[in-house]
């Protein structure tokens, strides 16, 4: 890390507040080991799913709710504990939300039941919730130099990014030498450490006029939330069905009920006037594009290791490691532009092409492209970062520092919202793709999914089932093809429109 106390000639002027120091930076060092549990703990059942599976002998709908349920949970109480953190204090809500991450994740580890491992994700998924906003709102807080912040939010971003691959990773180290109830208990030092040195280290903020909590907003954004989250989830890999379409629907109704009632009541959830600030609404707007970058490509390249190249699980996984060396670079690289002058459109309409040129890359890739698929996801990745900690950036200084946690709340769960949205579009293209140019003559199961294909084929004999795979992989690659041409074509408007929307804003402006 670079020396936090050093200056640097060409920074602008600070318009807001006194640099930060070294406290400030190993207070940073703190933040981001919750930080990085979060977003590990979105991919961290990778690998341990088939011992949980042999161990608590979960139903299928309880295996799937066993995945699902921190990622829904989280993503609905996103808005609320942003306010509520906004109202209590940030300090006070991230220690709360960190002694409640560990107490469910030692209860995850020595779960005894699906019902019991259920309950703990989804107590995970509310410590998550409060832990993601808080960091960002402190952040906020402690970095009130524009230069010095856009350097912490890029570091914030590359760890958010990173840790949802090194999840799978550390999953299935752990549960290779472990049991599986390990995955859960790796999370203890590291909140121990938070709950210890955060006290001395991390200063309190909170609304000195927070207003009365608006109780009835809470259940409005859930059912806003959840349902379009669940529908645009299940669209990749089961379709247009009416049922997830009518799921996407009724959250857009609650949507439009939850957005009158933050502008009818005294004291909204969510003040709409946070989306007057100067490049505010462009900027959750643009992030939303970029998480539907980031995990529109996803859904494609963890299956093309495995299924198309053959890697076991734990092997495709740390693989896919490579690509975040890119990563790490990319958020302090980008910072340092804009702190040189850069105007920030340029900066963050240069991360979306390089974005698109990931999935330029990503369309050219055959059915024996290891290196090329790498090297795309890392373009890709590094593109993402250097969008998202610009905008976000943009965003928080662009937000009163009272409304920092609403405002941190907002832009995650714009990210959630464009994550499903990416798998939802791009899959479906790719699954159409798919679909098309598989041989008319293959088995009914064949043309649903790569999967089913693969099954398929060890049931046939030799030369009939390896002519099925060398079919399903082919039009499997086709159809990531096809999708990455629609992604970059979307990435590339995106890079137009923030040119545009972003034009002469530079760091510290508001």
Known sequence: MTNPTSTTPTAPPNPEGPRAGRREWTALGVLMLPLLLVSMDVSVLYFAVPAITADLRPSGTQQLWIFDVYGFVLAGLLMTMGSLGDRIGRRRLLLMGA???????????????????????????????????????????????????????????????????????????????????????????????????????????????PGRFDWPSVPLSMAAVLPVIYGLKEIPSEGWHPQYVVSVTVGLLFAALFVHRQRTTASPLVPLTLLRGHGFTPSLVLNLVSAFGMMGSAIF???????????SPLSAALWSLLPSVLIGVAGPVTARLVQRGAD?????????????????????????????????????????????????????????????????????????????????????????????????????????????????????????????????????????????????VLLAGAAVASAVTLRGIRAGDK
């Open 99 to 209: 002694a409640a991450f560990s107490a469910a994740s030692v209860l995850a580890a020595y779960a005894d039941s699906a019902g019991t491992l259920i309950a703990a994700r989804a107590v995970l998924g509310v410590g998550g919730a409060t832990l993601m906003p808080s960091t960002m709102a402190l952040l906020r807080t402690m970095f009130t130099d524009p230069g010095q912040r856009a350097k912490a939010i890029g570091l914030w971003s590359g760890v958010m990014t990173g840790g949802i691959a090194l999840g799978s990773v550390m999953s299935g180290i752990l549960v290779e030498h472990f049991w599986w109830g390990s995955v859960f208990l790796v999370n203890l030092p590291a909140m121990a450490l938070l709950l210890i040195l955060g006290p001395f280290l991390l200063p309190e903020s909170r609304n000195p006029e």
């Open 344 to 488: 920030r459109g340029s900066v963050v309409s240069a991360g979306f092409a390089v974005t698109a040129a990931g999935y330029a890359m990503l369309a050219l890739a055959g059915t024996d492209s290891l290196w090329l698929v790498l090297a795309a996801a890392g373009v890709l990745a590094s593109g993402v970062v250097m969008v998202m900690s610009q905008l976000t950036d943009l965003a928080m200084s662009t937000a009163p520092v009272e409304r920092a946690g609403t405002a941190s709340s907002l832009l995650e769960t714009g990210t959630e919202f464009g994550g499903a949205l990416g798998m939802a579009v791009l899959g479906s293209v790719g699954t159409a793709v798919y679909r098309h140019d598989m041989p008319s003559s293959a088995p009914a199961a064949a043309h649903e999914t790569l999967g089913g294909a693969l099954a398929v084929a060890r049931r046939l004999p030799g030369h009939t089932g390896d002519t099925l795979v060398t079919a399903a992989r082919e039009a499997f690659t086709s159809g990531m093809q096809g999708a990455a041409v629609a992604g970059a």
């Open 301 to 311: 390249t963890t299956q093309y290791l495995q299924s198309v190249l053959g890697k």
